[in-house]
């Protein structure tokens, strides 16, 4: 082997080596806080730097020290658990706002359809509809002379032109009718919901759908309660499918307005962690009503918390399918690059004393694979077809149920996956984005046709998706190269429902959508039924 090749292999795990040196030096530290080892990494970069200068004034080629450098890093991660992972610099940002639960920009979304930049959405009371921007208008320009036309845009470029610090302004040229106007736009705080809609989805039973756990889910939580407890809701169903988790302190806010006394929710404990206790501390807004947590293979990590505790003190009834199983809790770590290490410092374990954090003594691609195997297996279409789980790790509620650690939640009511919704023909419109291409220009071309409804339930009640929509739809599929002359009644329904429901979003957001396509949802059906059994 050439001395160039040993280098390039050597090189990576001599920074690895480096780190790992780093990371166990720091982790010995009396305080592993964020801000102490920013501090603590700081001062002890030496070799780091001593390594860094080497390559930069020694090495006879040119070498890309940054990549090098981020290729080490994710090496000896792999060795790790599959949820300590490296976020480069230019992700931090992306990552930290969905967290925080808002970003500064402009308050659109937009679509690039045929190489030009569509505003598909306006939001409400945000700095585009301030400027008088309208859904169906097309950006031609940014600060006049950036053109965002063509095969060369991009969303990640189009995203990077209209986010900026807020107050800060943009220029731009839109096209509209035909016509170029220029718009000056302010930019400002844009939220992002965590709290996808809330609304009565039967008589005194209440619905809340929770698409993360950010740092606003708890406020709009309890907006969203105390909205749905006017209207006269007696019962909840709180709606965690495909909820991938977040900040663990947002999940256990929640929890505690739905447990009483001073519960223990969860606690955390690791090898360097000494254990933390998180229990109830105050009165809920929802501790007494019948409860329904709706979870499917997507609901993982801070869902796995809210949804066991209250499995866990016989709270409500977990229905649906087995959620993710992580049981990991991470910390965050910034590094002098600008990127962050979530490094996993800890297991939480649920009120029972059981972790449902899954195996991955098989390594990365095991893991990941793993809900690909349970559908193939079988369970996402019957319960029986559920590996068994090891007798150790049963664990007993007050009231006497058996619950499992070691895999995830197991409901208490099992749904199967419901695979009328996602024929060949359905997926192959989902997949080349027929349904939203549509809807968008079907809106735009008939915007005031809508103005007569005046609330997302009003619209639920009372639009009809007729024959003249389906047909134009079908043409529309047609010219995308897409076949639909062999519907099955199946197809047809669900088409039906589809483009009802993203109109309804055109209108009304995710709360639209939700309470649209959420009709016939068999999860949702059998948590209504359950909790109609309740008192």
């Known amino acids: 082997m050439s001395d160039n090749r040993k280098l390039k292999v050597f090189l990576p795990l001599l920074f690895a080596l480096v780190l790992a040196l780093g990371m166990y030096l720091g982790h010995k530290m009396p305080q592993t806080r964020n801000s102490d080892s920013r501090a603590f990494f700081r001062n002890n970069k030496g070799t780091i730097q001593e390594v860094m200068d080497l390559l930069k004034y020694n090495y006879v080629d040119t070498l890309d020290v940054a990549t090098a450098q981020e290729e080490a890093i994710e090496g000896l991660l792999s060795h790790l658990d599959p949820h300590s992972v490296y976020i480069p610099p230019a992700d931090v940002q992306e990552v930290n706002e969905d967290l925080d639960g808002n970003f500064e ?3 659109v979304e937009f679509n690039i359809i045929r190489d030009t930049v569509n505003i598909v959405n306006v939001i409400a009371g945000g700095p585009s509809d301030a400027a008088g921007l309208l859904t169906g208008d097309k950006i031609l320009r940014v600060n006049d002379s950036i053109v965002v036309t063509g095969k060369e845009i991009s969303n990640e470029k ?3 032109l ?3 610090p807020r107050n800060s302004t943009v220029k731009a040229t839109m096209l509209r009718a035909g ?9 400002g705080l844009i939220p992002l919901n965590s709290v996808d809609a809330a609304y009565m989805a039967a008589p005194g039973v209440g619905y809340i759908k929770i698409s993360k756990f950010a740092a606003t889910t708890y406020t709009e939580f309890m907006e969203a309660t105390r909205k749905l407890q006017k209207l006269g809701m007696q019962k909840l169903i709180i709606d965690l499918r495909q909820n991938g988790g977040g900040l663990l302190d947002a999940a256990t806010r929640l929890a505690d307005e739905l447990l009483d006394g001073n519960k223990l929710i ?3 404990q690791g090898k360097n962690s000494p254990r933390q206790d998180y229990n109830c501390t105050r009165p809920g807004v929802f501790e007494k009503g019948p409860l329904a947590i709706l979870v499917d293979e997507g609901s993982a990590s801070a869902s796995e918390v809210l949804a066991g505790a209250v499995q866990d003190w016989d709270r409500g009834e977990i229905i649906g399918r087995r959620s993710f199983g992580k049981g990991l809790v991470q910390e965050p770590f910034d590094l002098n ?3 962050t290490l979530r490094l996993t410092i800890a297991r939480y374990y649920l009120p029972s004393g059981r972790s449902i954090q899954k195996s991955y003594e098989n390594g990365r691609a095991a893991y990941e694979e793993d809900i690909a195997n349970r559908y193939s297996h079988g369970e996402f279409l019957n319960q029986d077809s559920i590996r068994p789980v090891d007798s150790s790790l049963k664990f007993k509620t007050p009231a006497g149920k058996v619950v499992y650690g070691g895999g995830g939640i197991m409901p208490d009511v099992f749904i199967p996956f419901d695979t009328t919704r996602y024929s060949q023909l359905l997926t192959e419109l989902y997949t080349r984005n027929v349904f939203g291409s549509f809807i968008y220009e079907y809106y735009t071309a008939n915007a005031g046709s809508f103005k007569q409804y005046k609330s997302a339930e009003d619209f639920n009640t009372k639009f009809n998706v007729d024959n003249a929509l389906i047909n134009s739809f079908r043409s529309f599929a047609g010219n995308q190269q ?5 519907l099955s009644p199946g197809d047809l329904q669900e088409i039906t429902l589809r483009l009802k429901a993203l109109l309804a979003r055109q209108l009304w957001r995710s709360e639209g959508y939700y309470m649209v396509i959420n ?3 068999k999860v949702i059906d059998r948590a209504v039924g359950t909790l109609a059994d309740q008192k």
């Open 519 to 521: 009709h016939g949802d």
């Open 337 to 339: 690059n600008g990127g």
């Open 105 to 107: 920009g402009i308050g």
């Open 482 to 486: 897409v076949k639909t002359d062999k």
């Open 158 to 160: 189009i995203r990077k």
């Open 179 to 187: 016509k170029e106007i220029g718009v000056t736009i302010k930019r």
């Open 266 to 268: 969860v606690y955390t």
């Open 162 to 164: 209209l986010r900026g």
